[in-house]
């Protein structure tokens, strides 16, 4: 294939035609103008399929480099110099950032809030890519650094259990707002399988909050299980709060809202006859006693 047949993606470096309209491709491109380099940040999230609150908010390629001399910059590539490991492996044939370190990369960023860096580190550990573990031992290793009280914090605040973006949002936003609400809770049943499971539940006050994604809840099987689980949880008596993706756009008011129904629980709790069911029983006798 001669010069005039290539894709020119940037000076010097030469690709087959099409070759760059895959982020794959073009990461490899970029790649190719940098020696010991990995793709990073938003690029490695891209590479790595990661379920985003919001779309990523450039199209450039990123690549983290050693320290050294600076080459000359390249249209479309945005460099960042680390010293420290990046812990680099291959996704999609492509040279990447370990997941843990990924994640914080991102998370130090300063367009990034808190909140949008733990929505990206559910989803990492949601994807299987990455663990809590994982996460702390990386807070552990950026100690020191910049940026090194944000990544405890995503670390400190990351969870499994979460099954979307919005609801990570929704714990999150609950969490800043004094609220700890835990996701994938689950009630066994008498032979130790799972019964119900809960998105994101307080124990404490008997709140059950259920997010209805629009995707999901088009699929006829999983209409009619949750709206089985919709009568069955208040029976044992707890309160089911359902919420869209409307609290993205207006999470105070989301936050008031459950604020209120915390406040109003344990006289409700209090009032609840005994033998509802074995949770509430238990939260029941501590509200009697407090």
Same mark, same amino acid.
């Given at each position: 294939?001669?010069?005039?047949?290539?894709?020119?993606?940037?000076?010097?470096?030469?690709?087959?035609?099409?070759?760059?309209?895959?982020?794959?491709?073009?990461?490899?491109a970029?790649?190719?103008?940098?020696?010991?380099?990995?793709?990073?940040?938003? %690029?490695?999230? +891209?590479?790595? #399929? =990661?379920? /985003?609150?919001?779309?990523?908010?450039? *199209?450039?390629? !990123?690549l983290?480099?050693?320290?050294?001399?600076?080459?000359?910059?390249?249209?479309?590539?945005q460099?960042?110099?680390s010293?420290?490991d990046?812990?680099?492996?291959?996704?999609?044939?492509?040279?990447?950032?370990?997941?843990?370190?990924?994640v914080?990369?991102?998370?130090?960023?300063?367009?990034?809030?808190?909140t949008?860096?733990?929505?990206?580190?559910?989803a990492?550990?949601?994807?299987?890519?990455?663990?809590?573990?994982?996460?702390?031992?990386m807070?552990?290793?950026?100690?020191?650094?910049?940026?090194?009280?944000?990544?405890?914090?995503?670390?400190?605040?990351?969870?499994?259990?979460?099954?979307?973006?919005?609801?990570?949002?929704?714990?999150?936003?609950?969490?800043?707002?004094?609220?700890?609400?835990?996701?994938g809770? %689950?009630?066994? +049943?008498?032979? #130790? =399988?799972? /019964?119900?499971?809960?998105?994101?539940? *307080?124990?404490? !006050?008997?709140?059950?909050?259920?997010?209805?994604?629009?995707?999901?809840?088009?699929?006829?099987?999983?209409?009619?299980?949750?709206?089985?689980r919709?009568?069955?949880?208040?029976?044992?008596?707890?309160?089911?709060?359902?919420?869209t993706?409307?609290?993205?756009a207006?999470?105070?008011?989301?936050?008031?809202?459950?604020?209120?129904?915390?406040?109003?629980?344990?006289?409700?709790?209090?009032?609840?006859?005994a033998g509802?069911?074995?949770?509430?029983?238990?939260?029941?006798?501590?509200?009697?006693?407090?």
């Amino acid at each position: 294939m001669g010069r005039g047949q290539a894709e020119r993606p940037h000076h010097g470096i030469y690709a087959p035609p099409g070759f760059t309209r895959t982020a794959s491709g073009k990461a490899l491109a970029a790649l190719a103008t940098e020696s010991k380099a990995a793709a990073s940040h938003w %690029t490695a999230v +891209g590479l790595y #399929g =990661w379920e /985003l609150l919001d779309p990523a908010p450039e *199209d450039d390629v !990123h690549l983290t480099v050693p320290p050294g001399p600076t080459t000359r910059r390249r249209q479309g590539i945005q460099r960042h110099s680390s010293r420290h490991d990046p812990d680099r492996r291959k996704v999609q044939g492509v040279w990447v950032t370990g997941p843990a370190r990924t994640v914080m990369d991102v998370a130090v960023l300063p367009a990034t809030t808190l909140t949008a860096a733990v929505c990206l580190a559910d989803a990492a550990i949601r994807s299987g890519s990455v663990t809590p573990v994982e996460l702390d031992a990386m807070a552990e290793k950026w100690a020191g650094r910049k940026g090194a009280v944000r990544v405890r914090d995503v670390a400190r605040l990351a969870r499994a259990g979460s099954r979307s973006c919005p609801e990570t949002f929704a714990r999150i936003t609950l969490e800043l707002a004094g609220m700890t609400f835990e996701p994938g809770y %689950t009630i066994l +049943g008498p032979g #130790g =399988w799972t /019964l119900y499971e809960g998105d994101l539940v *307080d124990e404490q !006050h008997l709140l059950w909050l259920e997010y209805d994604g629009y995707e999901v809840h088009t699929e006829r099987q999983q209409f009619r299980k949750d709206r089985r689980r919709a009568r069955a949880i208040p029976r044992r008596g707890w309160r089911v709060l359902p919420f869209t993706d409307e609290i993205l756009a207006n999470p105070s008011a989301f936050v008031a809202e459950i604020l209120l129904e915390v406040e109003a629980a344990p006289a409700r709790i209090r009032g609840l006859p005994a033998g509802v069911s074995p949770e509430a029983d238990a939260v029941r006798i501590r509200w009697l006693a407090s």
